[in-house]
């Protein structure tokens, strides 16, 4: 058995450190209540950049230059110690922290943003770093496209774990990839919701005969700071929901057996029987029994992808 905890609560948007000292926060809220498996929604630190729903790229160009400066100021540098609180609250609560991160490259150019979750064990070290493959329509104006380096399921005490972010879970073959590595508990991290994203979700976990997290965003117009440029232009009601969250779990099978939680801030809880993703298989092993190798095959490039090539 496997507790399981999904924060869903507002990032101290744009504000690294702050969004971290809140992360850590958290972690330790929800390992006070038993939690083993800790696990935050998409672009968790420092945000994910909700305006570009908003923006026209070429004709707010002054705006969006404005706007993705503060992003990359505040996007997680992978090479600093940015991180260390996260990974020391795993290590003092002995758990497993799945997060969301806006990443900034630390190689080559260091100026490409890239949408990212960390896998951080509970020995305080990071297991897996997954970048996300394609990012969606005006998010490829922000964000740089993944490779299959982190396209990983990683043993952990908790299960094993794997994370594709947001739309990404439509693509068949990055699905076909985690079911192929035997993943028990699927973690999506996203900016969707509603009843179409969750009935994907349900769709995942019966093809996939697994354990599905759908880790939500939340975000009022309210948390947006108010130093935000053109704040009451894109966000004039204060009280709009930027995103409700729509946090849920999802047992094999396709039940839904926590959530969703719709508009409401807080950590929502699940204890898994991590052995229920194996025996669910029993009708239905799409990369095992129920696969046709013959006619078939996927290959995945696992190779990090880089323009550039220096040889000593």
């Not at 935050?40 to 909700?50: K, R, S």
């Not at 897996?128 to 493959?133: A, E, I, S, V």
């Not at 029994?289 to 992808?305: G, K, S």
């Amino acid at each position: 058995m496997t507790k399981l905890a999904i924060v869903q609560k507002a990032p101290v948007f744009l504000d690294k450190p702050k969004t971290i000292e809140l992360a850590v926060a958290s972690v330790e809220e929800a390992a006070g209540n038993g939690a083993e498996l800790i696990v935050f929604g998409e672009a968790f630190i420092p945000g994910y950049p909700a305006w570009i729903w908003r923006l026209r790229p070429g004709a707010d160009w002054d705006l969006c230059q404005d706007l993705h400066e503060r992003l990359l100021n505040n996007a997680v540098d992978m090479n600093s110690d940015d991180l260390q609180p996260l990974y020391q609250a795993a290590l003092q609560h002995k758990v497993t922290i799945v997060c969301g991160i806006d990443e900034r490259e630390a190689h080559l150019g260091q100026a490409t943003i890239y949408n990212t979750v960390v896998i951080i064990g509970p020995d305080g070290k990071l297991l897996n770093k997954h970048r996300k493959l394609m990012p969606t329509n005006p998010e490829r104006m922000v964000w740089g496209f993944g490779d299959a380096s982190g396209l990983k399921v990683v043993e952990s005490p908790a299960g094993r774990i794997s994370t594709l972010v947001c739309w990404e879970n439509y693509m068949p073959l990055a699905r076909y990839a985690m079911y192929a590595q035997g993943v028990e508990i699927y973690i999506a991290p996203t900016n969707d919701s509603g009843d179409g994203w969750i009935g994907s979700l349900q769709h995942i976990a019966r093809e996939g005969c697994c354990w599905v997290v759908g880790s939500g965003n939340f975000l009022k117009a309210v948390d947006i700071p108010a130093d935000f440029p053109e704040r009451s232009a894109l966000y004039p009601d204060a009280d709009e929901w930027v995103n409700p969250g729509d946090s849920v779990v999802i047992a094999p099978g396709g039940e839904i057996v926590a959530g969703p939680m719709n508009r409401e801030a807080g950590i929502l809880y699940h204890t898994l029987d991590v052995g229920k993703a194996a025996i669910a298989k029993r009708a239905l092993d799409v990369t095992g029994h129920y696969a046709r190798p013959d006619i078939f095959q996927l290959q995945v490039n696992t190779r990090v992808q880089t323009p550039c090539v220096f040889d000593e």
